[in-house]
């Protein structure tokens, strides 16, 4: 399996002379979260997938301090290991807080950049939904807290709908777990993540995409972020919650591809 120190990546080849795009998942840190946009993606552009160290099929030991700035880190690793001097870059929650960082830190190896359903600094509301889900996993462990996840990614019409295929995933999750130090370490970076007064100085496009509906991540964060952006462009779609890369998937892709091209 190719690894750039510890991280393992999957280059998808697109059409030749295709830019090419990082995606970078959230808290769960799969690469696999983007199945769902991988067709669509792969018509336009060389796709480049990875697990967040720590997770899925990477290291399993984190940088420490852990840090979103240590997850950008690993981006640039990811980049340098396939050879890219830059790309755009696609990244649901934590993975759009890394590519904020990658924004202010490594500003020459960055395109444009999509920041989906994610914030410039804490916000209450999250706090407490992260408290929620840190005492799951504590109290109760792995498995409670893979059970309870859809909760806070999926609406409840959406979730009815498909309880047969989350169950079915719930057992990969459970198998695959990360070690609870490990999502607890990485819960802790994102909530420290602050750089609301540094917004002004990235100078890379950014699509900020966000759901008016997240349970998780109020739509107002993403508002704010946009606002504080020196070249943003905000969508916000009615329907779909925090993972409205996988329940209204099609629209989603068609406006990635759209501010990627």
């Not at 199945?35 to 552009?45: D, G, I, K, N, S």
Request: proline share 7%.
């Amino acid at each position: 399996m190719p690894t750039a120190q510890g991280i393992f990546y999957e280059v998808h080849a697109g059409p030749p002379g295709a830019a090419s795009v990082v995606l970078s998942a959230g808290l769960g840190g799969s690469g696999a979260f983007w199945e769902p946009q991988m067709a669509a993606l792969t018509e336009r552009f060389n796709v480049v997938l990875y697990d967040h160290r720590g997770t899925g099929r990477s290291a399993r030991e984190l940088t420490s301090p852990q840090s979103v700035d240590a997850m950008a880190d690993d981006v640039v690793a990811v980049l340098d290991a396939v050879g890219l001097e830059r790309a755009h870059l696609v990244g649901h929650a934590a993975g759009g807080l890394a590519g904020l960082s990658l924004a202010l830190r490594y500003p020459e190896r960055l395109d444009r950049l999509v920041v989906v359903n994610g914030w410039a600094a804490p916000d209450p509301h999250i706090a407490r939904c992260f408290a929620t889900r840190v005492s799951l996993l504590n109290d109760s462990g792995p498995a409670a807290y893979v059970r309870a996840q859809p909760l806070f990614l999926y609406p409840p019409d959406w979730i009815s709908a498909n309880d047969a295929r989350l169950e079915a995933e719930a057992v990969h999750h459970v198998a695959n777990f990360p070690a609870k130090a490990v999502m607890l370490a990485r819960i802790g970076a994102l909530l420290a993540f602050d750089i609301s007064a540094r917004l002004g100085e990235i100078s890379a496009p950014v699509l900020v995409s966000a759901s008016a509906d997240d349970m998780l991540v109020p739509p107002s964060c993403s508002r704010r972020l946009a606002q504080g952006l020196a070249h943003a462009t905000l969508e916000v779609v009615p329907w779909g919650g925090h993972g409205f890369t996988v329940t209204a998937a099609e629209a989603f892709n068609a406006s990635v591809v759209k501010f990627l091209s």
